[in-house]
């Protein structure tokens, strides 16, 4: 009894690693989905299903790839 208890224990941390190592690798391959425009966009994230949110960030598209622009502060518009 005490070898069946031992093999099935090994086997299910087996399955919970490899389980997680399967679903790590299949969110990593996902293709962000971006919500746009000609040359403005929403990247979504995440979606929240709770609150039927979705969480993300704005973005451009410069040069044909889709870029986030930099938000550090306000800046002062010059004329040169």
Known sequence: MNRWIRTIFVATILG???GAGW?????????PTI??????G???DQQR??????AGSWVVRFNGQW??????GPRALTAR
């Not at 919500?35 to 403005?40: A, F, H, K, Q, T």
């Not at 299903?49 to 979705?54: D, V």
């Open 42 to 44: 929403f990247r979504v």
């Open 49 to 54: 299903t709770q609150f039927g949110r979705l």
């Open 23 to 31: 679903m790590f690798a299949q969110q990593q391959t996902q293709t």
């Open 16 to 18: 919970v690693f490899f």
């Open 67 to 72: 870029v986030e622009p930099d938000t550090s």
């Open 35 to 40: 919500i746009s425009g000609s040359d403005v």
